[in-house]
């Protein structure tokens, strides 16, 4: 997925100068993409913060990212703790508890992603200038990628609640 030096990433569609990086196993994403992930988790975790948001920034990069090779359980616990977050205020800690506390189950069904999984990516909070825009960025992309997953929202909810 290269072109006149830029890499597109196949789960995000985020345009970006290639590297040649290796795309990852786990995600379907470039190579590229994931150095961003990276960039944006390490921001995340010094933040430090009571409300964990680095759960939310692993969630929507997963759910943004689903693809052939990751672990059905990944994509399931992304949308629900997606759903959480958007749908009924969780902090990042909160849906990290819940994760917890479903993690045993092991027959998850694996979810086909849909073509267009939301208009923010990655870089779009990277790019924000300031660490408050970072966050305000970053719940923004969170509820893209839950919106972008609108055809799995009934299914999400009925099996969070039976698990909760």
């Known amino acids: 997925m290269t072109g006149s030096n830029f890499v597109v990433g196949p789960g995000c569609g985020q345009s970006q ?16 993409c994931l150095e961003a992930y990276y960039d944006l988790t390490c921001w995340t975790l ?18 943004q990212h689903v693809g052939e090779r990751m ?18 205020g969780y902090t990042g800690r909160q849906v990290q508890l819940v994760h917890m506390k479903i993690g045993r189950r092991r027959d998850w069904p694996r979810l086909e992603p849909p073509k267009d999984r939301g208009e923010l990516t990655v870089m779009d909070i990277l790019l924000a200038a300031t660490d408050a825009k970072k966050e ?3 719940m923004r992309w969170t509820a893209a990628v839950w919106e972008a ?16």
């Open 46 to 63: 010094v933040q430090q913060d009571a409300g964990f948001v680095h759960q939310h920034a692993v969630d929507a990069y997963a759910a």
């Open 149 to 164: 997953w609108e055809d799995r929202h009934r299914w999400v909810r009925e099996t969070t609640e039976k698990v909760q």
């Open 71 to 88: 672990r059905p359980i990944t994509a399931v616990f992304a949308l629900i703790g997606l759903y959480l977050a958007v749908e009924r």
């Open 136 to 138: 305000e960025a970053l």
């Open 17 to 32: 100068p290639e590297r040649d990086l290796d795309p990852p196993e786990r995600y379907n994403a470039a190579g590229e």
